[in-house]
Nanobody, 119 residues
Framework: VQLVESGGGLVQAGGSLRLSCAAS????????MGWYRQAPGKQRELVAG????????NYADSVKGRFTISRDNAKNTMYLQMNSLKPEDTAVYYC?????????????WGQGTQVTVSS
């Protein structure tokens, strides 16, 4: 499985961005997908997750009400709509894919896309 993120960039506080994560390869093996982020000097943290069918989502408290995760399995793509962005949202955002029945150590990761929010 290969994951490629896009959509990052520089935006002013209060603005919006939409990240995309395109999956290729053995996508039928992908179960839960998620977005993580890592700011300089901080640990990587979960931003949002979504089950394969899209019926269940979860969000970090810091982004609830501002970010929306979705996925289009027909296009093998996951999205993160980010609204009302804040400077503290600045980080590298990573796409993650959990594989059916496998330990998290077998998860796949994208290369990351930089999001920078200016005040």
């Amino acid at each position: 499985v290969q994951l490629v993120e896009s959509g990052g960039g520089l935006v002013q506080a209060g603005g919006s961005l939409r990240l995309s994560c395109a999956a290729s390869g053995s996508t039928f093996s992908i179960n839960v997908m998620g977005w993580y982020r890592q700011a300089p000097g901080k640990q990587r943290e979960l931003v949002a997750g979504i089950t394969r069918g899209g019926g269940t989502t979860n969000y970090a408290d810091s982004v609830k009400g501002r970010f929306t995760i979705s996925r289009d399995n027909a296009k093998n793509t996951m999205y993160l709509q980010m609204n009302s962005l804040k400077p503290e949202d600045t980080a590298v955002y990573y796409c993650n894919a959990e594989m059916w029945g496998l330990d998290p150590k077998y998860d796949y990761w994208g290369q990351g896309t930089q999001v920078t929010v200016s005040s």
